[in-house]
């Protein structure tokens, strides 16, 4: 059983954890915190997934600290990406202990992951292994924090100017898009959305019927899609990607056009689409990212763009034609699904300096006409 305990004013536990070894913590300002957290050690310690100072390893400490915090509760794209830095840590740790673990140690194994990944990817890494670390020295496993000061290095990314094309490059796919898009050309169909949206293609795949609104020209984001795996519908990457935006008369149209198409083919077919997926092709599946991104390459060689981008970018595209409209940026991370306007800042961070030196350009010269 747990001991509750007051002391200074303020309550803690102490839970044994075996013969020699007990967990406590103190500075709870309620009595039933207390209580409530020591009741959630004691489960963990009775469903065998406590670890104590000397039995945990590096590696099996995170595992069971990304499969209790992160598997299972994020978009599936990231989750993958924490197995990727499970498959890493035990690799290059294997049995090492976690309080064993040396700075340089851990400042190698980024060092040699960054000779092969780019800076971004590193740094995401890093702050995996880091969150999982504060977790530990919480927990009483750790006294220190090993992945203090690290370092991170890398290849470079693509100059963030390749990622989304010009404003009259955008009109020009926008315009190709409602001139050739069908039912028997989904893909292109689902380009002008995305353009038109800025959704993330898992979002675009995941639309459904039920969430398209034609009287007040809206769409609901409440779920993707899993188009690599093909298990079907999944989380959206975080609770803010869930979101109504408006939409276009043009889109609207289209989308409009699209449902009666297919409609009436799936009808021939003798064919229900019971999810009511938005994009489902007359083969009765979604198109695949890579199958999209080919139709989005050719369309864009065709248009001779100076930049060849991925369906990412049409998000990037139409988060610039927003800014260097004087949108603001508020409305924008709204738009995108971001948590908070500090991503969209982080993101678009060389875009939006050059609409603020355009807003600062105007502010001097109505003050100067005073």
Excluded at 88 to 101: A, D, E, H, R, Y
Aim: glycine fraction near 6%; charge should be positive.
């Amino acid at each position: 059983m747990a001991q509750i305990f007051k002391r200074n004013g303020t309550w803690g536990y102490r839970v044994s954890i075996d013969r020699t070894h007990n967990k406590q913590k103190s500075g709870f300002k309620k009595k039933s915190d207390a209580i409530a957290a020591a009741q959630e050690l004691e489960l963990m310690k009775n469903a065998g997934t406590l670890v104590t100072v000397t039995d945990a390893t590096f590696a099996g400490y995170f595992e069971k600290w990304a499969n209790t915090y992160k598997i299972g509760r994020l978009h599936q794209t990231t989750e993958s990406k924490y197995k990727v830095a499970i498959n890493l840590v035990k690799s290059n740790f294997g049995n090492i202990k976690l309080k064993t673990v040396k700075s340089t140690d851990y400042q190698a194994m980024l060092d040699q992951y960054a000779k092969t990944h780019v800076k971004d990817s590193t740094r995401l890494l890093n702050s995996y292994f880091r969150n999982a670390v504060k977790y530990a020295v919480n927990d009483g496993l750790l006294t220190r924090d090993f992945t203090f000061g690290a370092l991170i290095t890398g290849l470079e990314s693509k100059d963030s100017s390749l990622k989304f094309l010009e404003y009259d490059e955008a009109e020009r796919l926008k315009k190709l898009c409602l001139d050739t898009g069908s039912f028997m050309s989904i893909s292109r169909i689902e380009i002008l959305f995305g353009l038109l949206t800025g959704c993330r293609y898992g979002e675009v795949a995941g639309l459904t019927w039920d969430c398209v609104d034609f009287v007040n020209r809206t769409v609901m984001i409440n779920k993707a899609y899993d188009y690599k795996g093909r298990s079907g519908f999944t989380k959206t990457k975080t609770i803010t990607s869930n979101r109504t935006m408006s939409i276009t008369p043009a889109l609207s149209k289209v989308l409009k056009s699209l449902h009666a198409q297919q409609s009436s083919q799936f009808l021939k077919q003798q064919f229900k689409n019971k999810d009511q997926v938005v994009f489902m092709t007359n083969r009765h599946e979604v198109p695949s990212d890579t199958a999209v991104n080919k139709t989005l390459k050719k369309m864009l060689t065709e248009l001779k763009t100076k930049n060849i981008i991925t369906f990412h970018g049409l998000r990037h595209t139409h988060a610039s034609m927003l800014i260097a409209n004087g949108v603001s940026i508020d409305y924008i991370s709204e738009r995108l699904g971001h948590a908070n306007t500090s991503v969209t800042y982080e993101v678009y961070t060389h875009l939006l300096q050059t609409s603020r030196e355009r807003e600062d350009e105007k502010a001097i010269n109505i003050l100067s006409a005073l």
